[in-house]
C-alpha cells in the first residue's frame, strides 16, 4: 500500500471482537470462529491525521484453548479496504497469529443428571432442580439462573437450587445459566419426567352375597365399591364379566338369560342374577368381576361372588300318637 505522505504511522492500536458463540471448540481444546464473524479495527495517527481501518475474516479464524495452562491463540486471515490516498481504495489483508493468557475463563454451568420421578398427588410432584455443581476457575460466579423450557423461555428462579412443581405428561426440560462477573456465560439443561406406576386400589362388597330364593327367578345385585388412586382423581371403574362355576358367561360380548341389567364395560353396580341351581344340585358359584385405570394405564381387577347354595330337603315324620 502506498501513501502520498510519510508513510509512519504512531500510536498504532489494534481491537476486535467476534459475533456472540461464533467460535466453536471441541473437547480437545482445537476449533475455529466461524467466517465473517469477527470484526477487527487498526488505527494510526501521522501529525495530527488519524486513520482507521476496518477488517473481517472471510474465512475461518483457527483456535486453540488450553484450560488447564490458561493460554490461548488465534491464526488465521483478517481482511478489508484501506485508503491508499493517491492510489485510491486498495484491498488490505493481513495474516493474524496471536496468542495470550486468558485473564478470565468461563463458568461451567451444571444442571445435574436428568430425573424421572414418581407423582405423589394428582398434581404431580416437586422436582428439586440442582445447579450446585456449577463452579468458575476463578471463584468468580455471581448469578445461577433457571428457565424452562429453552434458554429464552420462562423464568423458574434465580439461585442454585429451586423447587417447582410439574404435572404428569411430557417431559420438561430446564435449562441452567451460569454467569460471572466478567459477563462470561455458560448453559446446561437437564430433562424431567414425572411418572406413574402405581395402580389404583379396589374394594368389593355385595349384597346379598347368598341367593336363599328356591325358585329360579331374578335376584336385584348391589355392588359397593371403593377405589383410589395417588396421582389420578377420578380412575375409571368397569363392570368387565360375570361367570359362573357351572358355566353361565356374560360380558360385553355375551349374554346369557341368567345375568340381567348388567352394562359391562361401565361402572354399573346394579344388576340381577337368577337363584338357579344346576341338575346336580350342587348349587351355583357367580363370580361378579370389575376393573379400576388410572389415566397412565395402571389397572387392578377384584372379583367379588354370590353363591346359590346347594338345597337340601329332609323328609317329614309326623309324630306317632301311643
Not at 405428561?169 to 430433562?191: F, K
Amino acid at each position: 500500500m502506498r501513501f502520498a505522505a510519510d508513510p509512519v504511522f504512531e500510536d498504532l492500536t489494534s481491537s476486535g471482537a467476534s459475533m456472540a458463540r461464533a467460535a466453536t471448540v471441541g473437547t480437545s481444546g482445537i476449533g475455529a470462529l466461524a467466517a465473517a464473524s469477527t470484526e477487527s479495527s487498526l488505527r494510526g495517527r501521522r501529525d495530527s491525521n488519524t486513520k482507521a481501518y476496518v477488517t473481517n475474516n472471510p474465512g475461518e479464524v483457527g483456535v486453540i484453548v488450553k484450560w488447564d495452562e490458561h493460554v490461548c491463540a488465534l491464526f488465521g486471515d483478517v481482511a478489508g479496504t484501506a485508503d491508499g490516498e493517491t492510489n485510491g481504495d486498495e484491498d488490505l489483508k493481513a495474516e493474524v497469529s496471536v496468542s495470550g493468557t486468558i485473564l478470565n475463563e468461563p463458568p461451567r454451568a451444571n444442571a445435574g443428571p436428568d430425573q424421572n420421578l414418581e407423582c405423589n398427588s394428582t398434581a404431580g410432584s416437586p422436582v428439586i432442580l440442582d445447579g450446585r455443581g456449577s463452579s468458575d476457575p476463578e471463584k468468580n460466579l455471581v448469578l445461577l439462573a433457571w428457565t424452562r423450557g429453552d434458554r429464552v423461555g420462562p423464568s423458574v428462579g434465580v439461585g442454585a437450587t429451586q423447587v417447582v412443581q410439574q404435572g404428569l405428561g411430557t417431559p420438561v426440560t430446564y435449562v441452567l445459566r451460569a454467569i460471572n462477573e466478567q459477563g462470561q456465560s455458560d448453559e446446561d439443561s437437564t430433562v424431567v419426567g414425572i411418572v406413574d406406576t402405581g395402580a389404583p386400589s379396589l374394594a368389593l362388597t355385595v349384597k346379598p352375597n347368598v341367593l336363599l330364593k328356591l325358585a329360579a327367578v331374578l335376584v336385584p345385585i348391589k355392588i359397593t365399591l371403593t377405589t383410589a388412586d395417588t396421582c389420578d382423581a377420578s380412575p375409571i371403574v368397569r363392570l368387565k364379566s360375570i361367570t359362573s362355576d357351572d358355566g353361565v358367561l356374560a360380558d360385553a360380548g355375551h349374554l346369557h338369560s341368567d345375568v340381567s341389567g348388567a352394562s359391562f364395560g361401565t361402572d354399573d353396580r346394579d344388576f340381577q342374577l337368577r337363584a338357579t341351581r344346576t341338575s346336580t344340585a350342587k348349587g351355583r358359584l357367580y363370580s361378579i368381576t370389575y376393573e379400576v385405570a388410572d389415566h397412565s394405564g395402571n389397572k387392578t381387577t377384584r372379583v367379588v361372588t354370590v353363591a346359590a347354595p346347594k338345597v337340601t330337603f329332609f323328609p317329614y315324620n309326623p309324630p306317632v300318637r301311643r
